[in-house]
């Protein structure tokens, strides 16, 4: 297995201080699946104050949980001591850890057998659940009694669901049926911790797996009004919500959410505490996407006028992708999107050649009559665009 030269050398750097050390988790299960991993964990049977001894540049990155950062040309690496958890409470982390000196202690806490796997060069792969059969079965198995590991943490029942939907593999029988009968534990956990696998869900190269939220009844217990939103699955519904939905984190909510209107769509991503960009892209789509768009510059700036550039080639693609427009409706949308930007089309109040500080000089009172006027102003030179002089305007 290949993993980075830092990587290799803080687990160098730790057994030549006497200590045990490995890659470990999410790393060792992509880069055996031949996925580039999105980062390094490192497990050590050494506590963080020794860490800190053996590595020059280090981050007290939750030392009572057991994790430090080390730095290493220029990039962090969290180096968390072999631990045991206690009780998860509403939070990324368990209430209490308890340190162990045995690495299989540490890799029985994990949710997965596929994510509990640990590398080192020394030692080679270290697979006490068969996580490598599983791997190669494409199968999402709990370590260990399924029922207890969801009752420990309900968290884990989303993570297994989106883990499928990342890697395309099946949830084991026993694993599924724990699924359904803990899904309502899920009410005690944090919405962003839920919000951050339902993203990772969607943004897969399988959304589609969102189904399994309805068809394991877990949909109640995500949010007071997540069920709303429809299983996308419904009647055997193939392209409801499909990885042809460019994989970008307001799109795909977007497209899942479709069955509603703006109001109940933003609804749902408040209760599940999305960031306000995102909601704010939501809502645009959830606006504009079954609006007629005639192939006609007016109608087509008008639109355009509503949001930036690049939220508006986002809601060209999206509106084809819905089958809202047909693809030679959407070719000829974009071919008369190119025409208004290389022409320069004012479609904007920035753009409008007068300003309110003009208005001001011209005699227009101070105040909200600057506003109605510029936007009357707007209104005229997106039916006209030759009409976006100071000269016709201050006239107008
Ligand atoms: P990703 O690609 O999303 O980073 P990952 O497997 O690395 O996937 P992380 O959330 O980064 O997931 O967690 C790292 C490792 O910690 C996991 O591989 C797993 O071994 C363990 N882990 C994370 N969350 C839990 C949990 N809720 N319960 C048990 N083990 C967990
Ligand atoms: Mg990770």
Same mark, same amino acid.
């Given at each position: 297995?290949r993993i980075? $030269?830092e990587?290799e050398?803080?687990?160098e750097?730790?057994?030549? +201080?006497?200590f045990?050390?490995y890659a470990?988790? +999410?790393?060792v299960r992509d880069?055996?699946?031949?996925?580039?991993?999105e980062?390094?964990?490192?497990?050590?049977s050494a506590?963080?104050?020794?860490?800190?001894?053996?590595?020059?540049?280090?981050?007290d990155?939750?030392?009572q949980?057991?994790?430090?950062?080390?730095?290493?040309?220029?990039?962090?690496?969290?180096?968390?001591?072999y631990?045991?958890d206690?009780?998860?409470?509403?939070?990324?982390?368990?209430n209490n850890v308890e340190?162990?000196? !045995?690495?299989?202690?540490?890799l029985?806490?994990?949710d997965?057998t596929?994510n509990a796997?640990a590398?080192?060069?020394k030692?080679?792969i270290?697979?006490?659940?068969?996580?490598v059969e599983?791997l190669e079965?494409?199968i999402i198995?709990c370590?260990?009694?399924?029922?207890e590991?969801? #009752?420990e943490d309900a968290?884990r029942?989303?993570r297994a669901i989106?883990?499928?939907a990342q890697?395309?593999?099946?949830i084991?029988e026993?694993?599924?049926?724990?699924?359904?009968?803990i899904?309502?534990n899920?009410?005690?956990?944090?919405?962003e911790r839920i919000?951050?696998?339902?993203?990772?869900?969607l943004k897969?190269?399988h959304?589609?797996?969102?189904?399994l939220?309805?068809?394991?009844?877990?949909?109640?217990?995500? !949010?007071?009004?997540?069920?709303?939103?429809?299983n996308?699955?419904?009647g055997?519904?193939?392209?409801?919500? #499909?990885?042809e939905f460019?994989a970008?984190?307001s799109v795909r909510?977007?497209?899942?959410?479709?069955?509603?209107?703006?109001?109940?769509?933003c609804?749902?991503?408040?209760?599940?505490?999305l960031?306000?960009?995102t909601i704010s892209?939501?809502?645009?789509?959830a606006?504009?996407w079954r609006?007629?768009?005639?192939?006609?510059?007016y109608?087509? $700036?008008?639109?355009? !006028?509503?949001?930036?550039?690049?939220?508006?080639?986002?809601?060209?693609?999206?509106r084809?992708?819905?089958?809202?427009d047909?693809?030679?409706?959407?070719?000829?949308?974009q071919?008369?999107?190119?025409?208004?930007r290389r022409?320069?089309?004012?479609? !904007?109040?920035?753009?409008?050649?007068?300003?309110?500080?003009?208005?001001?000089?011209?005699?227009?009172?101070?105040?909200p009559?600057?506003?109605?006027?510029?936007?009357?102003?707007?209104?005229e030179?997106l039916?006209?665009?030759?009409?976006?002089t100071?000269?016709y305007?201050l006239r107008f």
């Amino acid at each position: 297995m290949r993993i980075p $030269r830092e990587v290799e050398k803080i687990i160098e750097t730790l057994e030549a +201080g006497g200590f045990e050390a490995y890659a470990v988790g +999410g790393c060792v299960r992509d880069t055996l699946l031949g996925r580039e991993p999105e980062d390094w964990d490192i497990t050590t049977s050494a506590r963080p104050e020794q860490v800190k001894r053996l590595f020059r540049r280090t981050i007290d990155t939750g030392i009572q949980h057991g994790t430090v950062t080390v730095l290493e040309n220029h990039r962090g690496f969290e180096v968390t001591t072999y631990r045991i958890d206690g009780e998860y409470e509403d939070g990324r982390h368990p209430n209490n850890v308890e340190f162990t000196a !045995s690495l299989t202690e540490d890799l029985k806490r994990r949710d997965f057998t596929i994510n509990a796997m640990a590398y080192s060069k020394k030692t080679g792969i270290v697979d006490e659940f068969g996580g490598v059969e599983d791997l190669e079965r494409g199968i999402i198995r709990c370590v260990g009694t399924a029922k207890e590991r969801f #009752t420990e943490d309900a968290l884990r029942i989303l993570r297994a669901i989106r883990f499928s939907a990342q890697l395309g593999f099946d949830i084991e029988e026993r694993t599924l049926e724990a699924v359904r009968e803990i899904a309502p534990n899920l009410v005690h956990v944090s919405k962003e911790r839920i919000q951050v696998e339902l993203t990772k869900l969607l943004k897969s190269p399988h959304p589609e797996r969102m189904h399994l939220v309805f068809d394991t009844g877990i949909a109640p217990y995500v !949010s007071a009004h997540f069920a709303e939103a429809g299983n996308p699955g419904e009647g055997g519904a193939k392209n409801w919500l #499909t990885a042809e939905f460019e994989a970008e984190k307001s799109v795909r909510w977007a497209a899942f959410l479709r069955a509603l209107e703006s109001p109940g769509a933003c609804r749902i991503l408040k209760e599940l505490k999305l960031d306000n960009d995102t909601i704010s892209r939501v809502r645009l789509l959830a606006e504009n996407w079954r609006r007629p768009l005639p192939a006609e510059k007016y109608e087509l $700036r008008k639109a355009m !006028s509503r949001m930036d550039g690049e939220m508006f080639d986002c809601l060209l693609g999206f509106r084809e992708t819905a089958g809202t427009d047909s693809p030679a409706q959407a070719e000829r949308l974009q071919e008369l999107t190119g025409e208004i930007r290389r022409a320069g089309d004012c479609i !904007s109040l920035k753009e409008l050649a007068v300003t309110g500080r003009d208005l001001i000089d011209a005699g227009v009172k101070p105040g909200p009559e600057i506003g109605e006027c510029l936007n009357r102003m707007l209104e005229e030179v997106l039916r006209c665009p030759e009409h976006n002089t100071k000269e016709y305007l201050l006239r107008f």
